[in-house]
């Protein structure tokens, strides 16, 4: 009987303890990883223990364009993702990443407000739900020689991470190919790639200087990740662990909001010690950018379809 007391006793403490995965596409000291390493701490301690979460960074538990579908399919409970990643998924994710559509985070605030309700919707839709967002500093371009006029961008190995930005280099007559953070130092190394667009913070994490000198602080947008979870995975949690998940996810999305604003001077600034050239992009250099932002937001307005339209308006106040 004992035995059988204590057995209960083992099983019931099984039941309420989960140890739960998170895959991530970022590397280990990005603000991003910082921040949802103390979310998880966090909610550890709310939970006394009861939900411990590990984190695994830079894509070593799954590939970037893996995470999604494996949150979806229970293969790991949570998951961070660009989430312009999934422009092919739907127009709403391309929303996100389109050039000159947000000018500073007081803008891509009220785009994420904008959009989150449908952003929610379409995960509830696949079993998963949204924890939290979390933008990335404005993204400008860095190349290995100077660029004054944008017909010296024309026949560049242009490095894309997600189908708009692939787009964009092609109509600036660059040549795209898709590479992920984790495998970007390689991909320049190698040649494979020579140019990019993406944050002073991603400059850093890559080491850039070795392959690029020169950074033009475009702040041509400013995309977010999203954290993720698998719904079975978080219905599993008492009521009591489901308030304590969603209160460290409120706060980590208040944090995490302001680390990217820090981190934006901070790492201009290592980049510039590092012996890059910071400038603003040439008026001739912005004004061919602008063009392709047009033409891509056109292209977005022809498929965003009611929704879509309805989200970008609601953005714009009108
Ligand atoms: N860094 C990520 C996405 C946006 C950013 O600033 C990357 O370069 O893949």
Same mark, same amino acid.
């Given at each position: 009987?004992?035995?059988?007391?204590?057995?209960?006793?083992?099983?019931?403490?099984?039941? &309420?303890?989960?140890? $739960?995965?998170?895959?991530?596409?970022?590397?280990?000291?990005?603000? =991003?990883?910082?921040?949802? @390493?103390?979310? &998880?701490?966090?909610?550890?301690?709310?939970?006394?223990?009861? *939900?411990?979460?590990?984190? =695994?960074?830079?894509?070593?538990?799954?590939? =970037?364009?893996?995470?999604?579908? &494996?949150?979806?399919?229970?293969?790991?409970?949570?998951?961070?993702?660009?989430?312009?990643?999934?422009?092919?998924?739907?127009?709403?994710?391309?929303?996100?990443?389109?050039?000159?559509?947000? %000018?500073?985070?007081?803008?891509?605030?009220?785009?994420?407000?904008?959009?989150?309700?449908?952003?929610?919707? $379409?995960?509830?839709?696949?079993?998963?739900?949204?924890?939290?967002?979390?933008?990335?500093?404005?993204?400008g371009l860095y190349v290995a020689r100077p660029v004054g006029d944008p017909a010296q961008l024309k026949g560049l190995k242009f490095?894309? !991470?997600?189908?708009?930005?692939?787009?964009? &280099? #092609?109509?600036l007559g660059m040549?795209?190919?898709?590479?992920?953070?984790?495998?970007?130092?390689?991909?320049f190394?190698?040649?494979?790639?020579q140019a990019m667009i993406?944050?002073p913070?991603?400059g850093?994490?890559?080491?850039a200087w070795d392959f690029v000198k020169y950074f033009y602080d475009v @702040?041509a $947008?400013?995309?977010?990740?999203?954290?993720? *979870?698998?719904?079975?995975?978080?219905?599993?949690?008492?009521?009591?662990?489901?308030?304590?998940?969603?209160?460290?996810?409120?706060?980590?999305?208040?944090? %995490? $909001?302001?680390?990217?604003?820090?981190?934006?001077?901070?790492?201009l @600034?290592?980049l510039a #010690?590092k012996g890059m050239v910071i400038e603003k992009p040439s008026p001739a250099l912005l004004a061919a950018l602008?063009?392709? %932002?047009?033409?891509?937001?056109?292209?977005?307005?022809?498929?965003?379809?009611?929704? %879509?339209? @309805?989200? !970008?308006?609601?953005?714009?106040?009108?």
């Amino acid at each position: 009987m004992r035995t059988l007391v204590l057995l209960g006793a083992l099983l019931g403490l099984a039941l &309420a303890q989960a140890s $739960w995965n998170m895959a991530t596409p970022y590397p280990e000291a990005n603000f =991003h990883t910082v921040n949802i @390493k103390a979310f &998880a701490k966090e909610v550890e301690e709310a939970t006394a223990g009861r *939900v411990r979460i590990t984190v =695994h960074s830079a894509g070593s538990l799954f590939p =970037h364009a893996r995470i999604l579908p &494996a949150v979806r399919a229970g293969q790991v409970q949570m998951g961070e993702v660009l989430i312009s990643l999934l422009a092919n998924e739907n127009p709403l994710f391309a929303l996100d990443s389109l050039p000159f559509l947000v %000018g500073s985070y007081e803008d891509a605030r009220r785009l994420y407000q904008a959009s989150k309700p449908e952003i929610e919707r $379409w995960l509830e839709q696949r079993g998963m739900r949204l924890l939290f967002s979390v933008p990335w500093p404005p993204q400008g371009l860095y190349v290995a020689r100077p660029v004054g006029d944008p017909a010296q961008l024309k026949g560049l190995k242009f490095r894309a !991470y997600n189908p708009i930005t692939a787009r964009l &280099a #092609e109509l600036l007559g660059m040549v795209p190919t898709q590479v992920e953070v984790a495998d970007l130092p390689q991909a320049f190394a190698t040649g494979l790639v020579q140019a990019m667009i993406t944050s002073p913070t991603t400059g850093v994490d890559t080491q850039a200087w070795d392959f690029v000198k020169y950074f033009y602080d475009v @702040k041509a $947008w400013i995309p977010k990740n999203m954290v993720i *979870v698998n719904r079975r995975a978080f219905e599993g949690l008492s009521p009591q662990d489901q308030r304590a998940l969603l209160e460290a996810a409120r706060r980590a999305e208040e944090r %995490g $909001w302001r680390l990217s604003q820090e981190e934006e001077a901070k790492a201009l @600034k290592v980049l510039a #010690e590092k012996g890059m050239v910071i400038e603003k992009p040439s008026p001739a250099l912005l004004a061919a950018l602008k063009k392709a %932002g047009e033409t891509l937001l056109l292209d977005w307005q022809r498929q965003a379809g009611a929704v %879509g339209i @309805k989200i !970008y308006r609601a953005y714009l106040g009108r």
